[in-house]
């Protein structure tokens, strides 16, 4: 199963300059407590940005360029993103979509559920989550943390 997971504040912004715009620990561990021992899946923009393969998860990233990531250790290179997600949209197995923006608007056709911390607040972004309509989802979970709301989606049938 797809889900794309991402922080995002009340305009949809998810980052600025190749990073977070914020810093919020609580979203960070319940990102981690989320995406441990599962597969992520991220564009290069985003592997660059954590500057290493997350521990105790399949890291697979999205480039055309491997040759620029052949010296990292505990990766998978995924050049045909399109195939990928036909392959395993299907799949028992779940995958988490972290990003970025292009990576995130290819996922959204085949994703089944969407966890989306909603930060409070607007800040300073220069990269969005791509616009979804939300009568295409069931709000499933809500969890309220004192700087974010954390929504999952579930794609209708």
Same mark, same amino acid.
């Given at each position: 199963?797809?889900?794309?997971?991402?922080?995002?504040?009340?305009? $949809?912004?998810?980052?600025?300059?190749?990073?977070?715009?914020?810093?919020?620990?609580?979203?960070?561990?319940?990102?981690?407590?989320?995406?441990?021992?599962?597969?992520?899946?991220?564009?290069?923009?985003?592997?660059?940005?954590?500057?290493?393969?997350?521990?105790?998860?399949?890291?697979?990233?999205?480039?055309?360029?491997?040759?620029?990531?052949? +010296?990292?250790?505990?990766?998978?290179?995924?050049?045909?993103?399109?195939?990928?997600?036909?392959?395993? /949209?299907?799949?028992?197995?779940?995958?988490?979509?972290? $990003?970025?923006?292009?990576?995130?608007?290819?996922?959204?056709?085949?994703?089944?559920?969407?966890?989306? /911390?909603?930060?409070? $607040?607007?800040?300073?972004? +220069?990269?969005?989550?791509?616009?979804? +309509?939300?009568?295409?989802?069931?709000?499933?979970?809500?969890?309220?943390?004192?700087?974010?709301?954390?929504?999952?989606?579930?794609?209708?049938?």
């Amino acid at each position: 199963m797809i889900t794309c997971v991402v922080a995002m504040d009340e305009q $949809g912004g998810i980052g600025l300059n190749g990073s977070l715009p914020w810093h919020i620990k609580e979203d960070l561990i319940h990102f981690r407590n989320m995406t441990l021992h599962h597969t992520i899946l991220m564009g290069k923009k985003t592997f660059l940005s954590i500057g290493k393969a997350l521990p105790k998860r399949r890291n697979l990233v999205v480039t055309h360029h491997p040759e620029l990531l052949k +010296d990292e250790k505990n990766l998978e290179v995924i050049d045909d993103i399109e195939t990928f997600f036909k392959e395993n /949209s299907n799949s028992e197995e779940m995958i988490y979509v972290i $990003g970025g923006a292009i990576v995130y608007a290819q996922a959204l056709p085949y994703a089944k559920y969407l966890a989306i /911390s909603h930060i409070k $607040g607007t800040f300073t972004c +220069d990269t969005f989550f791509p616009h979804f +309509d939300d009568n295409d989802y069931d709000i499933i979970k809500i969890e309220t943390f004192e700087a974010f709301v954390f929504k999952m989606y579930e794609k209708k049938q």
